[in-house]
């Protein structure tokens, strides 16, 4: 392997996976030896391979039993540089989801689709169908750059904005694995028609600068090991953090003149979020500023960047890889140091920005040349047809009839987009029939959470995330009634393990698996993600989630300054002070409010015990009761949970609506009035 002169990756002993990558012959092997065998799954050398154009080897875990062999599956995830899904792509894929899927797409948190459940068998027929309709896998997942970010905002009137989706491409282009493999297997060897690659692109991509390149290589950016782990980057203009910019390993601003025109780009590096229970060597990090960096050199810069990782990332420990702990190890002064040696000039100072914010921009917007844009929030990023929600029909009808090009955005929701003025009654209409609710119709708790998928199907998944978070937001906010905090919302991400897909470490409460039904609790973390949380507790189990939570409800409205934050405020009180708080609380039972309480959930969901019950006694409905840490033995204390059919919860819930009553109040006053119907005809 040749890298750059003075690169110290040939004299250290590289890991398992370095090998299995050296030996792939540039991600053919053993992948192509094994598509077609008798096997229903891959070995693990190809399923490492198999990464690199996109696509991660599952087992349903729902679907596991002893003796048995496991219920393999293949995930695939798209490539979607800025989140652009052109409406011939977006069919292809609904109708793939619906053939050999398991009739759901899921968007996820970097802009791009997940289809679940595809069998290997049918694993080519897939992917070539993704790829003939002018979409991509490759360089989706692997040890390579990962799809970029932009702020998913279509606007025509603004051109920081056009500049931020241009460049995401081509930077996306520039960092795109440059081996045949990828056709050779999907294709039989037969390169589709494309866009005319951006000449800029191509040739810096060539360019050697001071040994950026690995010379006589089918790879000139990566080289035969590629990265040593995933590299993640974004583009974004001043203001506009709709993509977590401070956690990618690169993030890039635009930087205008007063008249509009593109001068060059800020640059922060290092940020992270993946991390191990209980290894401390391991950490979720933010970005460091870096500099600026005029237009014409962005290219040269961003492999620069990239050939320092590549060249002194840590190829032998890959909790150690990522570029945020290089940064860390070295400094960010050492590091800009090399990245200059590499770029060949010094980087300039980075230029003052307004203060960032999160936008999710749902709802209808206008372009800015007389068409309109509709962001339509996707709960848990899945698009689906259930119950009354019926999204992925609703947009099998809109699509097509209006053809309309999509944006997928970091917050893992949909946006519709060159709307003619006199389509938007109808399409309204047809997602009103769908049962889609408008962004003023949905709990801003809801609107502002984020799940990864988890259980079943990931196998790093510890417990649920996706299947749950929706009865944990529920209990959420009849706890923040409780307390009299009606109208008080903040961001929750929750992950079912600790690598952190859905950003939990970044959210005002994060909820981070650690055992099954128990999770790491994060606090502190800013509404527009610039701010690390810090994490509070190890281990909370899901039914004790409200004794967990009130006290520190009770104390952020007793000592919140006028319209603080609920993260901004575990921020500013610090976690010694939280936790005497939440002491002092439990022992002194004249500051607790008093409530008998009820949580009603789903039976689709997981509850601790509730939804083993349910699951292995094939029941509709499940009781259980679980003591409170703190109840002493008082009956007065101790909460129950019940579990309910599905459609039972849903009209709960549209009751619930209607007037403007928790869920939990309605549910008790119902089965109290039962209750005592019963008794009286007991009595008579």
């Given at each position: ?90 069919l292809t894929l609904d109708a793939l989801a619906s053939e050999y899927g398991n009739n759901t797409l899921r968007v ?154 593109l001068e060059g780009f800020n640059v922060i590096a290092g940020g992270g979020l993946g991390r191990t229970h209980n ?175 988890a259980l079943p199907t990931c196998g790093l998944a510890i417990t649920e995330s996706e299947r749950i978070i929706p ?214």
């Amino acid at each position: 392997m040749t890298t750059s002169v003075n690169s110290p990756t040939q004299d250290r002993k590289l890991s398992k996976l370095e090998g299995i990558k050296e030996r792939s012959n540039y991600l053919r092997e053993p992948l192509a030896s094994e598509l077609f065998n008798d096997e229903n799954f891959f070995s693990g050398d190809a399923i490492q391979i198999l990464k690199f154009h996109g696509s991660y080897q599952q087992d349903n875990r729902d679907n596991r039993a002893k003796g048995q062999e496991k219920d393999y599956q293949m995930m695939l995830r798209t490539r979607n540089p800025g989140g652009f899904v052109p409406p011939e792509l977006y069919l292809t894929l609904d109708a793939l989801a619906s053939e050999y899927g398991n009739n759901t797409l899921r968007v996820t948190t970097r802009q791009g689709f997940q289809l679940h459940g595809i069998l290997k068998k049918n694993l080519k027929t897939v992917l070539s169908s993704i790829i003939q309709s002018m979409g991509s896998t490759l360089g989706a997942c692997g040890d390579l750059n990962r799809n970029v970010m932009a702020p998913p905002a279509p606007y025509r009137n603004r051109r920081e904005y056009e500049y931020a989706r241009l460049y995401a491409n081509n930077i996306a282009d520039l960092l795109t694995p440059q081996t045949g493999a990828y056709y050779e297997i999907w294709l039989d060897g037969e390169k589709v028609i494309s866009a005319e690659e951006n000449p800029e692109v191509k040739a810096a991509r060539q360019r050697n600068g001071n040994g950026t390149i690995v010379s006589e290589s089918e790879e000139p950016i990566y080289g035969e090991h590629y990265m040593p782990r995933k590299f993640k980057c974004a583009v974004t203009v001043p203001g506009d953090n709709s993509v977590d910019l401070y956690t990618q390993d690169v993030s890039l601003v635009v930087i205008t003149n007063e008249a509009g025109e593109l001068e060059g780009f800020n640059v922060i590096a290092g940020g992270g979020l993946g991390r191990t229970h209980n290894k401390e060597e391991t950490f979720a990090r933010i970005g460091d500023e870096l500099g600026f960096v005029d237009k014409a050199d962005i290219y040269d810069l961003v492999k620069a960047i990239v050939a320092t990782q590549r060249d002194y990332g840590d190829r032998q420990s890959r909790r150690h890889a990522r570029m945020k702990y290089l940064i860390h190890d070295w400094g960010v002064e050492k590091f800009k140091v090399k990245v200059e040696e590499y770029f060949g000039k010094t980087l300039q100072p980075y230029k003052p920005l307004p203060p960032w914010k999160y936008q999710d921009y749902l709802g209808w917007h206008e372009q800015g040349d007389g068409k309109l844009f509709l962001g339509i929030s996707v709960e848990n990023g899945r698009v689906k047809d259930e119950g009354n929600f019926r999204l992925k029909a609703a947009l099998k009808e809109i699509v097509p009839q209006f053809q309309l090009p999509i944006l997928l955005t970091g917050n893992h929701n949909i946006i519709l987009y060159e709307i003619s003025p006199q389509n938007q009654a109808q399409i309204q209409q047809i997602l009103d029939q769908h049962g889609i609710l408008k962004e003023t119709q949905i709990d801003p708790l809801v609107r502002y959470a984020m799940a990864c998928p988890a259980l079943p199907t990931c196998g790093l998944a510890i417990t649920e995330s996706e299947r749950i978070i929706p009865s944990i937001l529920e209990r959420i906010r009849v706890l923040l009634d409780k307390v009299g905090l009606e109208q008080e919302h903040f961001v929750v991400r929750m992950t079912g393990c600790p690598n952190g897909c859905a950003r939990p470490y970044m959210a005002e409460l994060g909820f981070v698996g650690s055992s099954p039904n128990a999770y790491q609790v994060w606090l502190g973390g800013s509404r527009d993600q610039t701010r690390l949380a810090e994490p509070f507790v190890d281990r909370l189990a899901v039914g004790e989630l409200e004794t967990f939570l009130e006290p520190i409800f009770v104390y952020f409205k007793q000592d919140r300054k006028p319209a603080e934050r609920f993260g901004d405020f575990c921020h500013r009180v610090g976690f010694d002070s939280l936790r005497q708080f939440v002491t002092n609380y439990s022992l002194n039972p004249s500051m607790n409010i008093q409530t008998q309480e009820l949580a009603v959930t789903s039976d689709r969901e997981t509850f601790s015990e509730v939804s083993s019950v349910a699951a292995n006694d094939n029941q509709d409905a499940a009781i259980s009761t679980q003591p409170s840490s703190d109840d002493g033995g008082d009956p007065n204390k101790i909460r129950h949970r019940v579990s309910v059919r599905h459609q039972t919860y849903l009209e709960l819930k549209e009751e619930s609506k209607r007037q403007g009553k928790p869920v939990v109040e309605i549910a008790t006053q119902a089965i109290d009035e039962y209750l005592t119907r019963m008794k009286s005809q007991q009595q008579v």
